[in-house]
T-cell receptor, first 109, second 116 residues
Framework: GQNIDQPTEMTATEGAIVQINCTYQTSGFNGLFWYQQHAGEAPTFLSY??LDGLEEKGRFSSFLSRSKGYSYLLLKELQMKDSASYLCAVMDSNYQLIWGAGTKLIIKP | EPEVTQTPSHQVTQMGQEVILRCVPISNHLYFYWYRQILGQKVEFLVS????????KSEIFDDQFSVERPDGSNFTLKIRSTKLEDSAMYFC??????????????FGQGTRLTVV
């Protein structure tokens, strides 16, 4: 079956760094996405990885290891507005997005 | 900036009634999707649509559901005979194409469906 695992909840301090991990087992792989979702709102795109390595975009970076079925999202210089759920999603061989359950990130002052 | 728009933002319906959720994808996008998210749960794929036909659908997308692109701009999800468990946030998304650099799916703001 297809499976995406990420921690349910994480807590971090304003100004700090946090890493959210995601492991996946899917039928085929056409890229991994990270989305941010605030409560009651639509997911918004953060990053896309299809090759191994690190993609950096401002305060956010995303890493992929296809051989390990592993990705992480790194958030630096955390701000209170970063409190949200972070969704890992993998595009499988049929180009469907398979979603993880999301990691709720709580930022404390 | 182009965006996906969904209407209504919130719909309340009685159990057994039919609802139609509407979406206007980004104009030059070719692939359209419906997802749902039950409160507190993960986003679930319902259906994908390309070239005026369904390309993929999940187990959730049974005979109760149908999609249509009635004109060049709208993309609708119809739920016949709604059940209490259909209460969820329904997201429409569109994607330009499947090639790298253009694979981001843009989401609408969602329609919150409440079945009573």
């Amino acid at each position: 079956g297809q499976n995406i695992d990420q921690p349910t909840e994480m807590t971090a301090t304003e100004g700090a760094i946090v890493q959210i991990n995601c492991t996946y087992q899917t039928s085929g792989f056409n890229g991994l996405f990270w989305y941010q979702q605030h409560a009651g709102e639509a997911p918004t795109f953060l990053s896309y990885n299809v090759l191994d390595g690190l993609e950096e975009k401002g305060r956010f970076s995303s890493f992929l290891s296809r051989s390990k079925g592993y990705s992480y999202l790194l958030l630096k210089e955390l701000q209170m507005k970063d409190s949200a759920s972070y969704l890992c999603a993998v595009m499988d061989s049929n180009y469907q997005l398979i979603w993880g359950a999301g990691t709720k990130l709580i930022i404390k002052p | 900036e182009p965006e996906v728009t969904q209407t209504p933002s919130h719909q309340v319906t009685q159990m057994g009634q039919e609802v139609i959720l509407r979406c206007v994808p980004i104009s030059n996008h070719l692939y359209f999707y419906w997802y749902r998210q039950i409160l507190g749960q993960k986003v679930e794929f319902l259906v994908s649509f390309y070239n005026n036909e369904i390309s993929e659908k999940s187990e959730i997308f049974d005979d109760q559901f149908s999609v249509e692109r009635p004109d060049g701009s709208n993309f609708t999800l119809k739920i016949r005979s709604t059940k209490l468990e259909d209460s969820a946030m329904y997201f429409c998304a569109s994607r330009h194409n499947l090639y790298r650099g253009n694979t981001e799916a843009f989401f609408g703001q969602g329609t919150r469906l409440t079945v009573v």
